[in-house]
């Protein structure tokens, strides 16, 4: 079964901090995805990770994939107000769907910064 | 928006109730999700359909009911349900290349 599990699962931190979100997952997967998700919204995707050593920047936000640890980060750099959110890491399940394959999500991380 | 519509956008039921939630996409895309959103659980996968047909069903109780009539929408049938199935209800959609498209959600509470 595959299990994702992200740490820390809450973190309030204070502008212009740096963190890192971690996203560890239990079996092989050739893709990681990282979502963001607004109070009462849907998600909305932020990085798609496809190969091992894969790194993703966008703004104050940098995503890396290390595929042989199954480990994925999420690096904030000086951190702002807008940036507070619930941030999920997903990753594929391989069905036989014929690539219609569902994710398995970690539990999120419950991003607050404070001004 | 984002390509996937879904209602309605919340629901309050009783245990005795049925419903139904709909999930549209005219994005193209053959593949269609139901996702669960509880407080107490991480996201779980519900069911699969892949150009109509299910391909997966995440062991969940008979009382979700999933309908795929054609590519573009996607229903979910709601019996007798429990309160603990109060959860916030995700539909997404993908070309079959594992890019995924979420919708709004429909937020149902169980009394």
């Known amino acids: 079964e595959l299990k994702v599990e992200q740490n820390p699962l809450f973190l309030s931190m204070q502008e212009g901090k740096n963190y890192t979100i971690y996203c560890n997952y239990s079996?092989?997967?050739?893709?990681l995805y990282w979502y963001r998700q607004d109070p009462g919204k849907s998600l909305e995707s932020l990085f798609v990770?496809?190969?091992?050593?894969a790194v993703k920047q966008e703004g104050r936000l940098m995503a890396s994939l290390d595929t042989k640890a199954r480990l994925s980060t999420l690096h904030i750099t000086a951190a702002v107000h807008d940036l507070s959110a619930t941030y999920f890491c997903?990753?594929?399940?391989?069905?036989?769907?014929?690539?219609?394959?569902?994710?398995?999500f970690g539990k999120g991380t419950h991003l607050i910064i404070q001004p | 928006e984002t390509g996937v519509t879904q209602t309605p956008r919340h629901l309050v039921m009783g245990m005795t109730n049925k419903k139904s939630l709909k999930c549209e996409q005219h994005?193209?895309?053959?593949?269609m999700y139901w996702y669960k959103q509880s407080a107490k659980k991480p996201l779980e996968l519900m069911f699969v359909?892949?150009?109509?047909?299910?391909?997966e069903n995440n062991s969940v109780p008979s009382r979700f009911s999933p309908e795929c009539p054609n590519s573009s929408h996607l229903f979910l049938h709601l019996h007798t349900l429990q309160p603990e199935d109060s959860a916030l209800y995700l539909c997404?959609?993908?070309?079959?290349?594992?890019?995924?498209?979420f919708g709004s959600g429909t937020r149902l509470t169980v009394v």
């Open positions: 997404a959609s993908s070309p079959g290349t594992r890019t995924y498209t």
């Open positions: 079996t092989t997967s050739d893709r």
């Open positions: 990770l496809l190969s091992n050593g």
């Open positions: 997903a990753v594929v399940q391989l069905y036989s769907g014929g690539g219609a394959d569902g994710l398995t």
């Open positions: 994005l193209g895309h053959n593949a």
């Open positions: 359909y892949n150009f109509k047909e299910q391909t």
